[in-house]
C-alpha cells in the first residue's frame, strides 16, 4: 500500500519539522493509525511531495520530519466548474468527483430554478481536501460562496471560454424545447478549443440546476460572446451525473488526460 497523502499548508522543505493540527493528528493518529516511525507523503502545490517521518504522536499532538522530496509540484488545469448546488448529498458528490476529475475552483452559482441557494463551504473544503490527498493532486480546488449566476458572469474573462450544458431546443411549445436549436455534442464543440500551447489554455463549465435553465436564463446565456452551448448526449442527466460526464470529456479532449 503507498504511504497515506496529507495537504499541508505550510512551506515543505528537506529537514523542516511540521506541527500537524489537531484535526490532523487526529486522522494520522486513530484513522491511519501512524505512530512514531511511521511514513506519510506530506504535499502542496508550492512545495510538491514529500516524504515525512513520524517524530512525535500525542493524544492530539503530532509532529512529522520531511526527509526527501518524491515529486515537484504540477498546476492542476485551469478549468472552473460552476454548477447550480442541488440536494447536500449531491451537491457533496459533485464537489469530490470534480476534485477528483481536475477542476481548479468550484463555483456555485445560483439559478431560477436552483434547489439550495446556501452552501457550507467549510463542509466542502474539507471534502475538495480528502479527494486531493486520494487523487494525487498537489492542491485542492478553491471553494466559492453561492453566487446568483448574473452577478457570477459580470465582469468575466472573454478569453475563458464557457462549455455551458444546454438540453433544450428552441421550440417553447414543446417538451424540452424540441429537437431544432440543439447545441453541438460536447467532444465536438471542444475540439476547436484543444489547446495548442501548454499553459496558456483556460476553460471553464456551467451546468444548471435539475430542472434545467429557464427560456430567459438560456437566451441570456447563449447571447454571450464567451459561452460554447453544448450537448450531454440524448438522455437527460442528474446534475451530478452531468458534473462527472462534462469534466471527463473535457479531461480527455482538452485537458490533462491527453498526457503521459
Known amino acids: ?3 497515506p497523502r496529507l495537504l499541508i499548508d505550510q512551506d515543505l522543505h528537506a529537514g523542516a519539522e ?10 494520522v493518529g486513530t484513522v491511519l493509525r501512524l505512530d512514531v516511525g511511521g511514513h506519510l507523503r506530506p504535499f502542496n502545490a508550492r512545495d510538491g511531495e514529500w516524504r515525512a517521518r513520524v517524530t512525535v504522536r500525542e493524544k492530539r499532538a503530532m509532529r512529522v520530519v520531511l526527509e526527501a522530496q518524491l515529486r515537484q509540484a504540477q498546476p492542476s488545469p485551469d478549468l472552473d466548474l460552476l454548477f447550480a448546488p ?6 457533496d ?16 452559482v445560483v439559478t431560477r430554478r436552483t434547489i439550495a441557494e446556501t452552501v457550507r463551504v467549510d463542509r466542502l473544503e474539507s471534502i475538495a481536501r480528502e479527494a486531493a490527498e ?3 493532486r498537489f492542491d485542492a480546488p478553491e471553494i466559492f460562496e453561492a453566487t446568483p449566476l448574473p452577478k457570477a458572469l459580470d465582469g468575466w474573462d472573454a478569453s475563458r471560454p464557457l462549455i455551458y450544458a444546454d438540453e433544450a ?12 436549436g440543439r447545441a453541438r455534442p460536447i467532444a465536438e464543440a471542444l475540439q476547436p478549443l484543444s489547446p495548442s500551447l501548454k499553459g496558456e489554455e483556460k476553460l471553464a ?8 435553465f429557464t427560456p430567459e436564463e438560456r437566451r441570456m446565456l447563449r447571447a454571450l460572446p464567451y459561452v460554447v452551448p453544448v ?3 440524448p438522455r437527460i442527466l442528474r446534475a451530478e451525473t452531468a458534473v462527472i460526464a462534462a469534466l471527463s470529456v473535457i479531461q480527455s479532449v482538452w485537458g490533462d488526460w491527453r498526457e503521459a
Open 86 to 91: 442541488v440536494k447536500r448529498h449531491a451537491t
Open 134 to 136: 486520494q487523487t494525487e
Open 18 to 27: 511540521i506541527a500537524l493540527d489537531e484535526a490532523q493528528a487526529r486522522h
Open 169 to 180: 431546443g428552441d421550440e417553447a411549445d414543446k417538451a424540452w424545447g424540441g429537437a431544432a
Open 231 to 233: 450537448s450531454l448526449g
Open 93 to 108: 458528490l459533485i464537489v469530490e468527483k470534480a476534485t477528483e476529475l481536475g477542476a481548479r475552483r468550484i463555483k456555485p
Open 205 to 212: 463549465l456551467l451546468i444548471g440546476p435539475e430542472g434545467g
Open 1 to 3: 500500500m503507498p504511504e
